[in-house]
């Protein structure tokens, strides 16, 4: 679960495993004092190594306390299991995920998990480089492309499925407007994180029924955000 903060959370912030945006060598992802439960800082290596799309969608897929394995995910992401094998030795690599031997059958047997129970760019203490900024700025753009591409997707469906052509539901849409205070969007934000986190532990019980992946987006936009390329709007007198 991917997260921009809007303000620290510094009591859900775990450290960062690949490195600082300065460099540094990332920890040995095997090792059994994992963060737990905590939101892994994202920093420039870290989203420099989220820069493939399929390592973004097998990131998507990796929870804490979900235990996957490449054959598991090569499935789910249709792609050969080797390629898959790759890209997680990869995102370990940065500190994005651990190996979970205890979930292992043997000692061949590579089992993979989240490093926390999130990743957050969160807001920074002080202005950071223009080479980390630009690092940012590049992973945001590929966010941007993949969100176009739900919507795009999504957008076109809905004809089909007002018109009747299509009978199995595939997107639900919500929008609105809200009038809230900063504390208001914590709160809120906070909710929409918790009910991520127990559709992720629903996902994960037994049942009969066939399961399909779904792709979830929240967003939480101040509405006067400027357009690219506008000046941004003065601050409300309070």
């Known amino acids: 679960m991917l997260s921009v903060m809007t303000a620290p959370d510094t009591e859900n912030e775990a450290p960062v ?8 060598a990332p920890q040995d992802a095997s090792t059994d004092d994992r963060p737990q439960s905590r939101n892994v800082r994202l920093s ?11 390592r973004r969608r097998i ?11 490449a054959a598991d995910l090569a499935e789910l992401v249709d792609a050969p299991a080797n390629s898959v094998s790759f890209h997680l030795r ?25 490093a926390g129970s999130g990743y957050v760019v969160p807001t920074p203490a002080e202005p ?11 992973f945001m753009d590929q966010e941007a492309l993949d969100l176009h591409d739900v919507i795009a997707r999504v957008t076109a469906w809905v004809p089909d499925w007002s018109s009747g052509r299509e009978k199995r539901p595939r997107a639900t849409i919500q929008t609105g407007l809200l009038e809230l205070t900063e504390e208001d969007v914590r709160w809120l934000s906070d909710r929409l994180g918790e009910l991520m986190r127990e559709a992720i532990e629903r996902s994960q019980r037994p049942t009969e029924e066939s399961r399909r992946l779904w ?19 003065p601050d409300p007198v309070p």
């Open 17 to 24: 495993t690949g490195g600082t945006p300065g460099g540094g």
């Open 44 to 54: 420039s290596p870290m989203l420099k190594a989220m820069s493939h799309p399929l």
């Open 59 to 69: 990131l998507e897929l990796m929870h804490e306390d979900v235990p996957r394995r």
């Open 90 to 114: 990869q995102l370990a690599r940065a500190g994005l995920i651990v190996e979970a031997p205890e979930h292992a059958r043997d000692r061949r047997d590579r089992v993979w998990m989240a």
């Open 128 to 138: 950071v480089e223009p080479e980390d900024e630009l690092v940012l700025r590049a």
């Open 215 to 233: 792709r979830m987006v929240g967003i939480l936009a101040d509405d006067s955000l400027p357009r690219p390329g506008e000046s941004p709007a």
